[in-house]
């Protein structure tokens, strides 16, 4: 069974930084298709970011052109680099996984995903 572990715990003031990674707790087979969702309590996960087929990336409205997706696909790490960043992105980070192909239209959907990492938590306040 495969874990995914994130890093980048953190609290930050609204216009900071943060980078969040992902990597698998053991080596394993690639795992192309990988995400990034948030949620907040009594709320689904919500798609924030993923990976598809030739590492096209996919944003939600609410962070494109603040936060960044990226992937070291030799080492399977998954990263997402948040800028500017407000205190509506609050909440649970989770990374996701799936060696099989996802179709663009369920990149950002949580079911799309067989693995999944414990969750970072993210505070944007002042």
């Known amino acids: 069974q495969v874990h995914l572990v994130e890093s980048g715990l953190g609290s930050v003031q609204p216009g900071g930084s943060l980078r969040l990674s992902c990597a698998p707790s053991v080596d394993t087979y690639p795992l192309p298709f990988m995400a990034w969702f948030l949620q907040v309590p009594g709320m689904k996960p919500e798609g924030v970011a993923a990976l598809g087929v030739g590492g096209t990336a996919l944003y939600a409205d609410s962070v494109k052109g603040r936060f960044t997706i990226s992937q070291d696909n030799a080492k399977n790490i998954l990263y997402l680099q948040m800028n500017s960043l407000k205190p509506d992105d609050s909440a649970m980070y989770y990374c996701?996984?799936?060696?099989?192909?996802?179709?663009?239209?369920?990149?950002?959907?949580?079911?799309?995903?067989?693995?999944w990492g414990q969750g970072t938590q993210v505070t944007v306040s002042s």
């Open positions: 996701a996984a799936r060696a099989e192909t996802v179709p663009i239209r369920q990149l950002l959907v949580s079911g799309s995903y067989k693995y």
